[in-house]
């Protein structure tokens, strides 16, 4: 019966894991350029890859990691109809160093703080559970996730943070090993100017509390054997943070804000913050994030039954105070640069997207705290528990799914046929203008709003058009 129940547990297990996959493989793969991915393209095809680089770093932001990541991608574009294909390919790589780097990480804590030898296929299907997680907790996870290069800020500097954290705390290290721990951490130092301020201020907040606590995290790390690899990560961070916020870009938008945000900033913060205020009550995708991260409870359930050494309460309930604080501060750094610091200064919610990935981490903890104290005594309770939140979640998975599909499918292929359509009417030699109709709703995805002037244009310019669209 334990054979079979364990069997049963392990399958329910990789078939919510294969649902998120599926769910992530749909919207990618019908994923399309829009925005400001189809602006990059027209310069950089324009100016090439060192002047658009130069351009940013000088005139808009310090993101040189993230801007160079992207200018690489721009640098294979070679047509718009096919840039999609590209951009699966990136996120197909972006999903697989993300469920790798969380695996690593999850089996590296159960090994040394449980001695529980967690089996590869469980390891990957939490890793998928969290990443879930995180993505239905993120606050705008359709600008994070889906709109390209915003995606190359917000999401790779975290996917790269927690890959750079798997190299360091994995043993045998070669020399590969260090350089790609200090390109991971180099990476998240200067991908975003926020979440350098945020990880920066998360270091002093370390040196404070364990000051308080008389802790001496030097000799730890030295005791671990990962001095060499903690050195070189908070050094490479450092140095790209420094170059990263003091980039001649950063202080030209700040100037650049002051003339053209300060009408509308009241109006564009109020609708932000509204958004933010009303973030649990206004969408369901946040069911799902507390679903998936209710899995966690099960895994301490499980590891609670074996009965295997434990992290003392004094050093659980440390780390949990840190996790909690880590949150609060990720959300008062934004708040202060905003208000305080720069009252012209507009942060938008996808760069609280360091507090999505920290909420997440809280909500996992808890419930794995829950589960592991083992107040469900009953085996038959626990079992229907189980069963109850095995069909919730499939069924909640299957829903967005659907849903999904059927939206971004339609969508998909509107897009398509419309950039097929303005390809044709320009072999055609078409003259004055080309009339097209607005694309359908998008679902998830960012949507390419054709009815946009400034839009058209950019694509007119990019696709070399001798004519000009207008939309009914």
């Known amino acids: 019966m334990k054979i079979l129940l364990k069997h049963f547990y392990t399958s329910s297990l990789i078939l919510v894991s294969g649902l998120l996959l599926l769910y992530f493989i749909i919207i990618s793969y019908y994923n399309r350029a829009a925005s400001d991915d189809i602006y990059s393209m027209m310069l950089h095809k324009e100016w090439g890859s060192v002047d658009l680089i130069s351009h940013y770093y000088l005139t808009w932001s310090g993101r040189l990691s993230s801007l160079i990541y992207f200018t690489f991608y721009l640098k294979l574009y070679h047509s718009l109809p096919d840039f999609h294909n590209l951009m699966l390919f990136n996120y197909a790589f972006t999903l697989s160093l993300l469920v790798y780097s969380v695996s690593k990480i999850i089996r590296f804590i159960l090994k040394k703080y449980f001695q529980f030898d967690f089996g590869k296929m469980q390891c990957i299907a939490y890793s998928i559970l969290f990443i879930g997680s995180f993505y239905f907790f993120t606050f705008q996870s359709s600008e994070v996730w889906w709109w390209f290069c915003s995606s190359f800020v917000y999401l790779q500097s975290i996917v790269f943070l927690l890959f750079g954290v798997s190299l360091v705390l994995s043993s045998n290290k070669k020399i590969y090993h260090y350089l790609l721990i200090s390109f991971c951490f180099a990476y998240a130092g200067s991908g975003s100017e926020i979440y350098t301020i945020i990880i920066l201020s998360l270091l002093l907040f370390l040196f404070l509390f364990s000051k308080i606590k008389k802790l001496k995290p030097i000799a730890l790390i030295k005791k671990s054997g990962s001095f060499k690899a903690v050195s070189i990560a908070v050094l490479s961070f450092c140095i790209s943070g420094m170059i990263c916020l003091s980039a001649p870009g950063n202080y030209a938008r700040l100037k650049s804000e002051e003339k053209n945000i300060v009408s509308s900033k009241q109006i564009v913060v109020a609708q932000d913050k509204n958004e ?71 942060i938008p919610i996808r760069a609280y997207t360091l507090t999505s990935f920290l909420l997440t981490l809280n909500f996992c903890l808890l419930f ?18 189980y069963l109850s939140y095995l069909i919730l979640i499939v069924s909640l998975l299957v829903y967005t799914t659907t849903v999904q599909f059927n939206i971004c499918k339609q969508y998909a292929n509107a897009y398509d046929n419309l950039l097929h359509t303005l390809i044709d009417a320009k072999k055609t030699n078409l003259q004055g203008k080309l009339t097209v109709q607005k694309l359908p709703d998008s679902g998830v995805l960012i949507p390419l709003y054709i009815e946009d002037k400034y839009m058209s244009e950019n694509i007119e310019i990019l696709l070399e058009l001798p004519y000009k669209i207008e939309c009914k």
């Open 276 to 346: 933010m205020a009303n973030i649990f009550l206004s969408n369901k995708k946040y069911i799902v994030a507390l679903a998936l991260s209710f899995a966690w409870f099960f895994l301490g359930r499980h590891l609670s039954s074996k009965k295997l050494n434990t992290i003392p309460k004094p050093a659980f309930k440390k780390i949990t105070l840190l996790v909690f604080s880590a949150t609060f501060i990720s959300m008062l750094v934004p708040f202060i640069l905003e208000n305080i610091l720069f009252n012209t200064m507009s």
């Open 368 to 385: 794995f705290a829950l589960g592991y104290k083992n107040w469900m005594k009953s085996n038959t309770t626990f079992q229907f528990l």
